[in-house]
């Protein structure tokens, strides 16, 4: 049995600890907003946060997570970057099927975590590891400088 | 691939739907479906659902996959019905011909069909149940409804100050008769369309809410992962399964005659089982087939007699004289790489089957489970879901088909899933095509026209009554009835389906191919006879008023003409009127030394007609545009030894933020019938980037993607 910090909860996972932290949270835990896109760290719909980080889920066995903090895209409202970026999200209305969205979420977040007033530049290198096939990234760029304004 | 039964789309006229252009406005005669509700509900039609506690439902007859398409058709019923937006409820529609697409005849999401094919059911439907409410409400106060109007989810009757809530009326109004043709809101009278609402779907796709289909979880959900042998057509020869079955959590293993799963405990003790698996498979005919043979085998084909698809004055006599040029274009195979991996989750009890599934054909999904399971279809329930994705790849039930096969194998619920490599390589693709163009200009104008289009039919297994007399009405969409009007035209097709490959709607279908060749060759052209490209092009559209302004605004916004920042930069223009709107757009490009290219910006502006939700027109042109750049710049599928050789985002390349240019879209109003947005960006963006590049270093692109080691080295024009 491994414990798992998610979201502020701790919750016993049955499962191997070389299982990715992507089928333990959706599978087991079943907290599904976290998604599979590639399974080899190439889109970013994965994307949680350990410790503050944003880190591809699909690529971190739950054994090696320990004790850290992870936050998923059910509890990110509940920061106050969190909450900014959903926000901008919908005032922008970014989102087109949003099966990427978590992903570009939690990316966004941790970048604002880190960087306030981050520059074009920061933004495209935070955020070219998180593929939307719906093309939304026009607006992503405005709404995570929407979001830093707010 | 099996034929759909010509029985559900017997209705479908085939002159009409040759009339209207696979994609333009057709509807069939249209009856509002019965009410099927009972109680005290008022269910005038299929879609429109009010209760007591005055709760109103919307039905959605067409799939949300982030075309915002739920809160553009709530909002056209909602509008009519005078319904309080705010507190609307939307249901996904289950399978039921009342729900069929009116273009298709077929329980159908795609084709940027949606509001061109719903504007005007949905408003009848609205404003007739709005009509039956009203009637109910005066019928209560005794006074003539045509002194009451209706306003947020209220009958009011201003001269007495009286007002009452829908659902205080409801089950009156479920016993009055409907309002057969219901007087309709003019534009000026509308509330909700034509301004920019709030997108119904979106809220819960920021908080990891939205349900897709890989999220089911019905309990006690088992997890397979599947795989097909990596040769189209191949068979399982020999498994051995011992390694697998020694991982703790492996469940079971299913080897049908084409594929094989692992049922696991988790999604990953399946993946894990599947990568311990030793599969021979027998690859059967198709082991031999490559690319080159594909591209030769279409060459070949494409010089054989054509079926006429469309014929106007005399193409020989306008050749006898003038200048004569001509093009050949080709278009790859490619995959749908839907962000959403395909999967489909099923529980199977020998005599009924639970399904759920995002898919763009519900009622194919449950016909066909039914059939794999044999089944009475009424035994077969499907669960429809938000989609991450379809561009066509779900308007086929072949993965539900499979997992249904898989799941009669498995004790209870289990989801079965493709990896992303199996996606990518079990697709239907869209088909190679080579496209034969030649042209004659005299006095500075085309006089004559050829167009001969070679490629897969991908209707005449989808929507066979659409082929005939060897013409399929999609591959030459776009083409039979090109923009410019030329006064000699003749278009061919000739069909020609690859070895082994399967092929398969993609966004932007016939138009893509049609577009990029029309819109390349026409800017060759008019390169040749030294006009300005803008220019040449405007000359031929006095009888395309809507395009011509089109072009002139794109031309206009995006700067046509001026001096770009870099002397590798160049700037191209294309123009379409292709799903029932007209687009053009200007693009500027960079190539550098080493042939690699940067798009920096584009510049659109659209006449779509009405506009219901104007900024998902923006957003889905946007996105459009984008996916279009994906297929010019990236989008190859290969095939050696009889497998696909792309697996991953790795090598079926995706643009990313960072190479994604500046795009402005500018809307033309208009009041003519709406038009369809989901593919207009797709389709303009590739010939628009080739015509920059063409621009930026004198090489003309034949062939996509683009070929970067042509670029190379090149001076700029
Ligand atoms: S699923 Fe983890 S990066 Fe794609
Ligand atoms: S919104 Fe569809 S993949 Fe990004």
Redesign the interface.
């Given at each position: 049995m491994i414990t798992l910090h998610v979201n502020g909860q701790p919750h016993d996972v049955d499962a191997s600890p070389d299982t990715p932290l992507l089928w333990a949270l959706r599978d087991v835990l079943g907290m599904t907003g976290t998604k599979f896109g590639c399974g080899i760290a190439q889109c970013g719909a994965c994307t949680v946060h350990v410790d503050g980080q944003a880190v591809r889920s699909c690529q971190l066995s739950i054994g090696s997570v320990g004790d850290q903090a992870i936050t998923t895209i059910e509890g990110i409202g509940s920061s106050d970057v969190g909450a900014k970026v959903q926000k901008a999200w919908l005032d922008l209305e970014v989102i087109q099927c949003g099966y990427c969205q978590s992903g570009q979420i939690m990316s966004a977040a941790a970048l604002l975590a880190h960087k306030p007033h981050p520059t074009d530049e920061d933004i495209d290198a935070a955020m070219a590891g998180n593929i939307c096939r719906c093309g939304t990234y026009v607006r992503i760029r405005e709404a995570i400088k929407k979001a830093t304004a707010a | 691939m099996e034929k759909i039964a010509t029985s559900e789309i017997s209705k479908l006229s085939r002159r009409a739907l040759l009339q209207a252009g696979a994609a333009g406005i057709l509807l069939l005669s249209f009856r509002l479906p019965q009410a099927r509700a009972a109680g005290d509900t008022f269910a005038p039609n299929a879609f429109i659902r009010v209760g007591n506690d005055d709760v109103v439902t919307l039905v959605m007859p067409q799939v949300e996959?982030?075309?915002?398409i739920y809160t553009a058709l709530a909002m056209i019923l909602a509008d009519e019905l005078d319904a309080n937006f705010d507190k609307v409820v939307l249901q996904h529609a289950p399978p039921d011909k009342a729900y069929n697409n009116p273009i298709f005849g077929v329980q159908a999401t795609g084709g940027s069909t949606s509001v061109r094919a719903f504007w005007d059911p949905l408003r009848k439907a609205g404003a007739s149940a709005r009509g039956m409410l009203v009637e109910a409400a005066a019928q209560q106060w005794s006074v003539d409804p045509s002194t009451c109007r209706a306003s947020n989810s209220e009958v009011i009757h201003d001269a007495s100050g009286r007002k009452v809530g829908y659902g205080a009326v409801a089950s009156l109004a479920a016993t009055l008769k409907p309002v057969s043709d219901p007087k309709l809101k003019t534009l000026k009278d509308f509330t909700l369309v034509g301004r920019p609402v709030?997108?119904k779907?979106?809220?819960d796709?920021?908080?990891?809410?939205?349900?897709?289909g890989?999220?089911a979880?019905p309990a006690g959900v088992k997890?397979a992962v599947i795989a097909e042998c990596p040769v189209f057509g191949g068979k399982v020869g020999h498994v051995d399964d011992a390694k697998a079955k020694a991982i703790?959590?492996v469940q079971q293993i299913v080897v049908l005659d084409d594929c094989v799963a692992v049922v696991g405990?988790?999604?990953?003790?399946a993946?894990r089982g599947l990568s311990a698996l030793d599969i021979t498979w027998n690859e059967g005919a198709n082991a031999n087939v490559d690319s080159a043979q594909i591209w030769e085998a279409l060459r070949t084909a494409s010089k054989g007699p054509g079926a006429v698809a469309k014929k106007v004055g005399d193409v020989d006599a306008a050749f006898a004289g003038g200048t004569h040029y001509e093009g050949v274009y080709e278009l790859p195979f490619l995959a749908h790489?839907?962000?959403?991996?395909l999967n489909c989750t099923l529980h199977y009890t020998k005599d009924a089957c639970e399904v759920w599934t995002g898919t763009q054909v519900i009622g194919r999904v449950q016909e066909y489970v039914a059939k794999a399971l044999d089944l009475p279809i009424e035994k077969v329930t499907v669960h429809n879901f938000?989609?991450?994705?379809g561009?066509g790849r779900r308007l086929e039930q072949d993965m539900a088909i499979k997992a249904a096969r898989i799941a009669k194998e498995v004790d209870g619920p289990v989801k079965v899933?493709w990896?992303?490599e199996e996606d990518t390589q079990h697709d239907v693709y869209r088909p190679v095509y080579h496209n034969a163009v030649s042209a004659s200009v005299k006095d500075g104008k085309i006089v004559g026209w050829t167009h001969r289009i070679t490629g897969s039919s991908v209707i005449v297994r989808w929507l066979p009554p659409a082929f005939k007399d060897g013409v399929d009405i999609d591959a030459v969409d776009g083409a039979a009835d090109q923009p410019y009007g030329f006064p000699n035209l003749k278009v061919e097709y000739i069909r020609a389906e690859p070895p082994a490959v399967p092929t398969g709607f993609w966004r932007g279908v016939g138009p893509n191919n049609n577009f990029f060749t029309i819109e390349s060759f026409i800017d060759e052209i008019a390169h040749r006879e030294k006009v300005d490209p803008v220019a040449f092009r405007l000359r031929h559209l006095d009888g395309n008023p809507r395009l011509k302004a089109a072009i002139q605004l794109a031309a206009e916004k995006g700067n046509w003409g001026s001096t770009l920042s870099s002397p590798r930069m160049g700037r191209g223009i294309s123009a379409q009127n292709a799903f029932g709107s007209f687009i053009a757009t200007v693009c500027e490009a960079e190539v550098d030394e080493s042939g690699e290219v940067r798009v920096h910006r584009l510049v659109a502006a659209v006449d779509t007609g009405i506009m219901v939700n104007p900024?998902?027109i923006v957003?889905?042109l946007?996105?459009?545009?984008?996916?279009g750049l994906?297929a010019a710049l990236f989008g190859e599928i290969t095939i050696e030894n009889g497998r696909v050789q792309q697996s991953?985002?790795?090598d079926y390349r995706?643009?990313?933020?960072?190479e994604?240019p500046?795009?402005e879209v500018h809307l033309i109003p208009s009041t003519e019938h709406p038009g369809g947005i989901g593919e207009t960006g797709t389709t303009a963006a590739p010939p628009a980037l080739c015509n920059a590049l063409f621009a930026a270093t004198g090489v003309r692109l034949t062939r996509l993607p683009i070929d970067r080691n042509a670029l190379a080295g090149r001076k700029p024009a």
């Open positions: - | 996959m982030g075309q915002g709030q997108r779907d979106t809220p796709k920021t908080n990891g809410k939205c349900q897709y890989i999220d979880m997890f703790k959590g405990d988790t999604t990953w003790t993946i790489a839907t962000m959403e991996p938000y989609i991450g994705g561009f899933m990896r992303r900024d998902t957003a889905q946007e996105g459009g545009l984008i996916f994906t991953n985002f790795n995706i643009l990313r933020i960072d994604a500046k795009i």
